[in-house]
């Protein structure tokens, strides 16, 4: 059944927009009236319907305190989840029992142990929970509730998790334990020692070494006892077993990136890498506002430009045999691939150079992704899923553990790059296979595959599959989907079997979920464009009713009169799909009057979903677009190529060029509402951050009658400067691809600057550095180029936290468009 919202909250319409539809998408509007910022109300409005700037910016408490870190109690009647202090950035814990009033009470500090559960591990038998509160680690008998500690160290123990037999296994630092529930013994698993192996008691090599020993007899007496010490150690080790013998030795030099511990308690999977921190030093960046009113140089990461090539040694340690045995890579298909044959012939080319392919060992390394490393829970099998440095495979492989070599199970290849989503995947343990994500059709699906066999796809159609929870009886996975909407996610249930899919909730908007410990019920927090997150409890079937849980949304936020903008699918000129775009219309439009203003705001990421039906992470931009249309303007919102939500193909579009299609997409939205919301082409703007900065950016510099001003935020102007992380995925490196770099960043554009700019830029800024504004500057100012400015902000990082820099930011953004539109 449909969800019914607050009353007070605004609906809207979805428009899917045909090419030759000539008509805005009509947008449902509040009651009360709404005038222009620091004017004189209308007749019949008071002060208290205007959206003002001061309001928008204030400290985000004012909108009420919504829930966070969700997650069901033990009896499947009680959620728990976080809240925010209002005027602290301190979270509370709180409990509410379903079915009654209210928003649940404050669990006490002395609780606290019993109640932080969130990520529990519950062992075979679903009797026993294992978790780590504080770094220490415990244990809930699920029937009677009972709470037992198992350690009270000053050590952080985690990684905690349910052996085979039973009991119970954590991590403290890099040395890994067994602790016996019946008999409270803790038994030393693995130590992992970072440096070489010990070669013993020496001879010495040199001359005056040997010299010493034959002419001193103290000096050769001490290293004979040394060396009789030694014999007895290792002789004790190996006769007594009472005698811990743990230690691994992994290599000086090295880090450990991953260590996985076995159900059985037999082996461990750990990788490691080469430790280059002193090679590839970070980057500094002087804070200007300290406490101690000193400049303090804070270390930040290095750029894309080091390129930084990133491998890891594959290691199963036999906990039995204290035996090391290393894993190569060498039977996953393509590792020795020139996967970047044709772009570095590109470059080369350029050059006046011929770029000769060879085959050599790629570097890979495990991939970057929550739970990478799947043992089954017999601990015999295990799966490893991982990526190469370049970005175009992902494997998933199995270990023979009698050959001690990777098996794989699955290749998929990307000419462009694998998504650092959809990389969820697991055993079905009752049938020893495989389950995993995987974009290959063009959008992440699910598919089961019995190990040396040919995989089956379950899931199908133009809509993404993500966040899967497997039930425990192995027949079903839960999942989140946009199957109805690009901008809709509701939660579904596979039948794995069948291959059949249920929609199970119908509530429209966004919806996140967790199933119950029961499996009867989810947990979900829902929002819709002008509704923050609220939970709401339903029967995990379909057609249920959720039922609201919390009311945290404040009357002062509800009263307000926000535009709720519809979301069009805007023809493209460059492609089949559409672009999907919020757009705001002012109340009470009217084709046939005076021309408007209109802005278009650009979401940053980059691979970000922002035309959704769900609240925004973009919910300062929400308030002030609403603003905006308060007084007149219409403003654009669009999911342009390269954001999320949309498949594989409208992810990789900008693949080695970043900028051009994104413009592309923003010209044709600005066409659709010249032609179908009364909008002047001659008075257009734009502004966004970080990516969205970058795009306002790319559109002054390259397309400049797009728009006849811009703000750019936090902007990026030069992605050699950027983090490897993101940027190598779409643009490879500076080494390989200097072509990429070039189109790509707006640095070398900035000719094109002919219309007024202004640029917001943080200076503690540790994700696109303050650095890239500078550098921006000076390239304007050798240019010779007038009609720009730039704020600075000297204590806010990449997200801005003070609200008197939000306020001072925005008032400087409404005044260009005030002035320039």
Known sequence: MKLQLLAAAISFSLVACAANQNTPSSVSKPEKAAEVVKAAPAAGMDNSDIITLKQIMADPDWLGRAPESWYWGDDNQTVFFKQKREGSPIRDLYRKTTGTEGNGKQVTLANMHAASDMYAVTNNNGTLEAYEFEGNVFVKDLASKKVRQLTFTSAYEYSVMFLADGNVAYRAGNTFYRHDLETNQVTELANLLIADEPEGIKEPDTYIGKEQHKLIDYVALQHRNAKLAKQQKDALKKGNKAITKTDFYLGEGNKIVHASLSPAGDKLFVSIAEDVADRYPNDIMPNYIAGDAQIKAQQVRSRVSDNRKYSETLLILDLNSMEKAELSYESLPGFDQDVLAKVREENYQRQGKEYSSEKQPRDIHVIRASFP???????????????????????????????????????????????????????????????????????SHVYVKALGEKATQLTSGKYEVRDLTLSRDEQTLYFKGNKKHPGIYEIYSLDIGKGEVTALTDLGGKNDYQLSNDESKLLIEHSEITMPPELYVQDAVAGATAVRLTHTVSEKFLSLPWTAPSVVAIPSSHQEQPIYTKVYLPKNFDKSAEKRRAVMFTHGAGYLQNAHLGWSVYFREFMFNSMLAQQGYVVMDPDYRASEGYGRDWRTAIYRHMGKPEVQDMRDAVNWVVENANVDKDRVGTYGGSYGGFLTLMSLFTDPELFQTGAAIRLVSDWAHYNHGYTSNILNTPEDDAIAYERSSPIYFAEGLTKPLLINAPMVDDNVFFQDTVRLVQRLIELEKQDFETAIYPVEPHGFVQPSSWLDEYRRIYKLFETKL
């Open 373 to 443: 490393i799947q043992w089954h829970k017999n601990g015999q099998q295990l799966a490893v899923m991982l990526e190469a440095w370049d970005n175009k495979d992902r494997w998933i492989a199995t270990v023979d553990f009698k050959e001690n070599s990777l098996v794989s199970q699955h290749r998929l290849h990307d000419d462009a790059w694998i998504n650092w989503s959809f990389n969820e995947f697991g055993w079905l343990n009752n049938s020893d296979k495989l389950y995993y994500l995987s974009e290959e059709s063009g959008y």
